[in-house]
């Protein structure tokens, strides 16, 4: 199995020869590298120079994360496809790994792991863990599971070249969250497979694509993805696509609680929660609630709710939400 490495770079010359020397060190596979400068206007000719005969090099005028994923992709010829931003690593051994899956599972349309966290200068400073058991994860569960949010961290991903033909390229509608759309669309079709020993790094930084997302940019991209993925799913599929707004009205709570807009964070999460209550026995809602908290609130009210002997009783909460739904049920 041949693997293609695709590196889109934009302005990202200060971080490109960490990223290429993570990847040209990995061994016990076959692969190649296919780097494409989507209109940098820092010192890219600079830093990939050293790297000119060992790696494909295109360049172009600035089209935006996902197209130029989509142009290293058609420049690359492999059986397998792995997509490293320019300011994360791979760590040893992490193509072999995931292409050994690849070719031993041919239901597995994606395979992906947990990824350290790095800051600027390459220090570790956390761990980035799906939160679910490693192996083999059916289609229906993948699917389900990815609904939640984007919890895949994406340098840890390698799906097959056929799959992404079949479930078709990046899509700038989906971005920011183009990679959430993409997975989507092959957990869908495929079972997935996650590793239980981080394979990447992925940096976090001031510069980086997350550190900047905005709400009303989340909000548009990701109803399009919802909305894009469910036209095509499986029918069975189908029937999750409220449940799913719902996460997502979740999410974007937690976004505008760390954005400190308090009136948008109370909104989303009280949609979620007035539309479907269940939520209310998820740890992440109540970690949503955390969040808000923290960003939110003056400091000696947060600290006296911190203060507060009152546990949380889940089984009080069923019975609150049970004696909900028999309520709206004889309505």
């Not at 960003?295 to 089984?315: E, H, T, W």
Request: hydrophobic residues 45%.
């Amino acid at each position: 199995m041949l693997v293609s490495v695709v590196v889109p770079v934009y302005n990202m010359a200060r971080y490109l020869p960490f990223c290429l020397e993570s990847v040209l060190s990995q061994e016990g596979v076959a692969f190649e590298v296919v780097v494409v400068d989507d209109g940098s206007d820092d010192d890219f000719e600079s830093a990939i120079a050293p790297y000119a005969e060992r790696v494909t090099c295109v360049r172009g005028p600035h089209r935006g994360l996902a197209q130029a994923s989509n142009i290293a992709i058609t420049n690359s010829r492999g059986d397998a496809i792995a997509c490293v931003d320019a300011d994360d690593l791979l760590l040893p051994g992490s193509l072999a790994t995931r292409a050994r899956l690849l070719e031993e599972m041919p239901m597995v349309g994606l395979v992906f792991g947990p990824a350290l966290l790095i800051d600027e200068a390459g220090r570790t400073v956390g761990l980035r863990r799906p939160a679910l058991q490693a192996g083999l994860l059916p289609s229906a569960q993948a699917f389900r599971w990815l609904l939640r949010g984007c919890r895949v961290p994406s340098p840890t991903v390698m799906l097959r070249r056929q799959t992404f033909e079949e479930v078709g390229p990046f899509r700038d509608e989906a971005f920011p969250g183009e990679d959430w759309h993409m997975w989507l669309r092959v957990a869908a079709r495929y079972d997935l497979y996650c590793l239980g020993r981080p394979v990447a790094c992925y940096r976090l930084h001031p510069s980086s694509i997350t550190a900047r997302y905005w709400l009303e940019a989340v909000e548009r991209s990701h109803r399009f993805t919802l909305a894009d993925v469910f036209a095509w799913a499986p029918p069975d599929y189908r029937r999750l696509e409220p449940l799913a707004h719902r996460y997502l009205e979740r999410t974007l709570a937690a976004l505008a609680a760390r954005l400190g807009r308090r009136r948008e964070f109370v909104s989303y999460l009280g949609a979620a929660l007035a539309r479907h209550p269940a939520l209310l026995l998820e740890a992440e809602t109540w970690g949503c609630a955390a969040v808000g908290l923290r960003s939110l609130l003056p400091g000696p009210l947060l600290g006296g709710l911190k203060r507060m002997k009152a546990p949380f009783d889940r089984q009080r909460l069923r019975r609150v939400l049970a004696g909900h739904r028999g309520a709206s049920a004889g309505e």
